[in-house]
Nanobody, 129 residues
Framework: QVQLVESGGGLVQAGDSLKLSCTAS????????VAWFRQAPGKEREFVGL????????FYSASVKTRYTVSRDNARNTVFLQMNNLKPEDTAVYYC??????????????????????WGQGTQVTVSS
């Protein structure tokens, strides 16, 4: 098992940048694929980005692909989400999720929150216009 804790959220203005962290404890972190999801009020939780176990592959949703970057430091048991040029529509609670067995090359799998076994508690990101 792995426990996940997100940090780095806050209130920023449109056009600003923010970097979120997801720090893991427990099992060997490098054996887990890690994804970021977000959930805005009244909306479904949606996929944002994913990074493979080694960090060699990343995938993003179309809405953030040119603005967000996922990276990881397995020595520090941490995954990062760098968010640039933030927009008011990026306002949401951001969650990191991990799974040891997900077949992440499948788009359907990546986007499916039920495919991830472990979740953090979330961190709020609010972007003002």
């Amino acid at each position: 098992q792995v426990q996940l804790v997100e940090s780095g959220g806050g209130l920023v203005q449109a056009g600003d940048s923010l970097k979120l962290s997801c720090t893991a404890s427990g099992d060997t972190f490098s054996t887990y694929v890690v994804a970021w999801f977000r959930q805005a009020p009244g909306k479904e939780r949606e996929f944002v980005g994913l990074i493979s176990r080694s960090g060699g592959s990343t995938f993003y949703s179309a809405s953030v692909k040119t603005r967000y970057t996922v990276s990881r430091d397995n020595a520090r048991n941490t995954v990062f989400l760098q968010m640039n040029n933030l927009k008011p529509e990026d306002t949401a609670v951001y969650y990191c999720a991990a799974d040891a067995d997900i077949q992440y090359l499948s788009l359907r799998n990546r986007n499916n929150k039920d495919k991830y076994e472990f979740w953090g508690q979330g961190t709020q990101v609010t972007v003002s216009s």
